[in-house]
């Protein structure tokens, strides 16, 4: 392992020769005609990102799991990740191209399809590039790091149409919630009141370091930071100083609202039947319990407010008392989304399987299909039907989704440590924050969390313009530093700009 210095900052070996040909401005590629496929009419299948859940999807269509379909290369910043997948395919039969840079990867015509499992900050960069190269392309969630980069995804998906695009969102795959929405859509229930999606899920501290940290000599950390803020690790717990703990530092993901949650996020939506944007967001909450490195609240509330009714997301990674590590039950489950209705509610697992219960809690149906898992295989069928409608996760539901995410995440960020007191009387005009800022103190209390020494932090009440967007209103100063948030815009840098495809905005 060698020291990260300044000088390997300065080094700009990637962007000599034809790596300048991917500099992201504008079109990278042309539009190609879909790719014909293998001879035996197997979509040929490249895997980018395989340490985590990219393990899964690469054993997936090198087992034969996934009909129709083959793997044929995997791709991967860290070597020894990608040595470590190459011998798990050649132990299950399959020979794999291997590569560490992805656009190398993209210009094989021997690959049809691109399955894109690396961290949240690649996400839509990678999902133009592979549109611009011809290529089918199914991106795991969430769609982005930042709305404006989900935007320009979207708009990508729409001008090289002649490609799939399919999004990891596996519960728009589950008949169990389609039919649970059909139910609520017969009016038996009566109307929604409000629907509330939770994530809690046990997450200890990550640790405290001294400052930066060494990257791996396997790991090419230019190309594993790409669009990102090319910056030193400083964390180093279980999973080491680049793999999976970049889940809780903001230039890489959005802790765990966008990570297990917009799962959860997307469910609620799609069962409130909100479409596009909410008209305003707050959120409250902070990194309590502990002390470590990572940034990321592991106690949030974002309140989403729509028209139809509001959408509450509760995030907790503390047990349901100090030294517990069970979790917290809402209802039902730990991670689930509620749909509260006049007559009863519905509630859908992590798994995607549903039940409805009338206004006393008792079981009116269950709904156990659980086809979650035909999700991977969806997309196969898409992209050999050359139909975008067979697929389930459609792009720009995902992008609105992941949005929320962001939007939930930029309230706290511009937010201010308060008291408890404070925040009680801000949020006091809102029945939804009222009772969720109510169930989270007493969360708090049963793991010893004291608001004098550790007070939360209060959002802004943000007023949102969907057409746009962006943030707007009357308080011009809390307006301009939540849209100049790198988690509503963040273009890239160098050879890793994330191009303009739609339309500017201008705030």
Same mark, same amino acid.
């Given at each position: 392992?060698?020291n990260?210095s300044r !000088? ?7 962007l000599?020769?034809s790596?300048?040909?991917?500099a992201?401005?504008g079109r990278l ?6 790719a014909? $496929?293998?001879?035996n009419?197997?979509v /040929?299948?490249? *895997?980018?990102g395989?340490?985590a859940?990219g #393990?899964?999807h690469m054993?997936? %269509?090198?087992t034969?799991?996934?009909k129709?379909? /083959?793997l044929? #290369?995997?791709?991967d ?5 990608l040595?470590?997948?190459k011998a ?6 399959g020979k794999?191209?291997t590569y560490r840079?992805?656009r !190398?990867?993209?210009e094989?015509?021997?690959i049809?399809a691109?399955v894109i499992?690396t961290?949240?900050?690649?996400h839509?960069l ?8 011809g290529?089918?392309v ?5 769609l &982005? @790091?930042?709305?404006w980069?989900g935007r320009?995804?979207?708009e ?14 596996q519960?728009? &795959? &589950?008949?169990?919630?389609? +039919?649970a929405?059909?139910?609520i859509k017969?009016?038996?229930l009566? #109307?929604?009141?409000?629907?509330r999606g939770? *994530?809690y899920?046990p997450?200890?501290?990550i640790?405290l370091t001294?400052g930066?940290q060494?990257? =791996? $000599?396997?790991v ?6 790409? =669009?990102?803020?090319?910056? =030193?690790p400083?964390?180093n717990?279980?999973?080491g100083p680049i793999?999976?703990d ?6 890489y993901?959005g802790?765990?609202?966008?990570n297990?949650g917009i799962h ?7 069962m ?5 944007m909410?008209?305003?967001?707050q959120s ?7 002390r470590?490195?990572?940034e990321?609240p592991n106690?949030l509330v974002?309140?989403f ?6 959408l509450?997301?509760e995030?907790?990674?503390?047990g ?9 039950? %809402?209802?039902?489950?730990?991670i689930?989304?509620?749909v509260? *209705?006049?007559?009863?509610?519905v509630a859908?697992?992590?798994a995607g ?14 709904l ?5 898992g035909? @999700?991977?295989?969806?997309?196969i069928?898409?992209?050999q039907?050359r139909?975008?409608s067979?697929a389930?996760?459609?792009?720009e539901n995902?992008? %609105?989704?992941t949005?929320l995410c @962001?939007l ?12 408890n #007191?404070?925040i009680a009387?801000a949020?006091k005009?809102?029945e939804?924050?009222? +009772?969720? %800022?109510g169930?989270?103190?007493e969360?708090?209390s049963a ?6 020494k550790t007070p939360?932090?209060?959002?802004p009440l943000?007023?949102?313009?969907g057409?746009k ?8 100063e809390?307006v301009?530093a939540a849209n ?5 815009k /963040?273009?890239?840098r160098?050879a890793?700009?994330?191009p303009q495809i $739609? =339309?500017?905005?201008?705030a």
């Amino acid at each position: 392992m060698n020291n990260w210095s300044r !000088k390997d900052f300065l080094k700009t070996s990637l962007l000599g020769g034809s790596a300048a040909l991917f500099a992201g401005h504008g079109r990278l590629y042309g539009q190609t005609s879909p790719a014909a $496929g293998s001879a035996n009419g197997d979509v /040929r299948v490249g *895997c980018v990102g395989i340490n985590a859940q990219g #393990a899964g999807h690469m054993r997936d %269509y090198v087992t034969g799991k996934i009909k129709g379909a /083959r793997l044929v #290369a995997i791709c991967d910043a860290d070597e020894a990740v990608l040595n470590r997948r190459k011998a798990d395919c050649e132990k299950e039969g399959g020979k794999v191209a291997t590569y560490r840079d992805y656009r !190398k990867m993209l210009e094989s015509k021997e690959i049809d399809a691109i399955v894109i499992a690396t961290p949240n900050h690649w996400h839509s960069l990678m999902t133009i590039w592979a549109l611009q190269a011809g290529k089918d392309v199914y991106v795991e969630k969430p769609l &982005s @790091h930042n709305i404006w980069e989900g935007r320009q995804a979207v708009e990508a998906a729409k001008k090289y149409s002649k490609q799939i695009v399919q999004a990891g969102t596996q519960n728009r &795959s &589950s008949q169990d919630i389609k +039919e649970a929405i059909a139910y609520i859509k017969s009016g038996k229930l009566g #109307a929604i009141k409000w629907v509330r999606g939770t *994530c809690y899920k046990p997450r200890d501290s990550i640790g405290l370091t001294t400052g930066p940290q060494a990257v =791996p $000599g396997t790991v090419d950390y230019d190309l594993w930071t790409g =669009p990102a803020d090319l910056t =030193p690790p400083r964390r180093n717990g279980g999973k080491g100083p680049i793999h999976y703990d970049w889940h809780w530092f903001w230039n890489y993901g959005g802790g765990d609202i966008s990570n297990q949650g917009i799962h959860q996020v997307d469910v609620a939506r799609w069962m409130l039947g909100a479409e596009g944007m909410p008209t305003s967001v707050q959120s409250f909450g902070g990194r309590v319990g502990y002390r470590d490195d990572a940034e990321t609240p592991n106690t949030l509330v974002s309140v989403f407010n729509y028209a139809k009714a509001p959408l509450i997301f509760e995030v907790r990674g503390l047990g349901r008392k100090k030294g517990m590590k069970a979790m917290d039950v %809402y209802r039902t489950s730990s991670i689930s989304v509620t749909v509260q *209705c006049e007559g009863g509610y519905v509630a859908v697992s992590e798994a995607g399987t549903a039940g409805i219960y009338d206004a006393d809690g008792k079981v009116m149906q269950k709904l156990a299909a659980n086809t979650n898992g035909s @999700h991977r295989q969806n997309f196969i069928n898409a992209v050999q039907a050359r139909k975008q409608s067979v697929a389930n996760g459609l792009i720009e539901n995902c992008h %609105y989704s992941t949005a929320l995410c @962001h939007l939930g995440n930029i309230s706290y960020r511009v937010g201010a440590e308060k008291s408890n #007191a404070a925040i009680a009387d801000a949020v006091k005009s809102s029945e939804a924050s009222k +009772e969720a %800022y109510g169930r989270m103190v007493e969360h708090l209390s049963a793991n010893e969390v004291d608001f004098a020494k550790t007070p939360a932090m209060l959002g802004p009440l943000l007023k949102i313009d969907g057409a746009k967007e962006l943030f707007t209103g009357s308080e011009k100063e809390i307006v301009a530093a939540a849209n100049k948030s790198p988690l509503m815009k /963040r273009e890239g840098r160098g050879a890793f700009k994330v191009p303009q495809i $739609g =339309p500017k905005v201008v705030a």
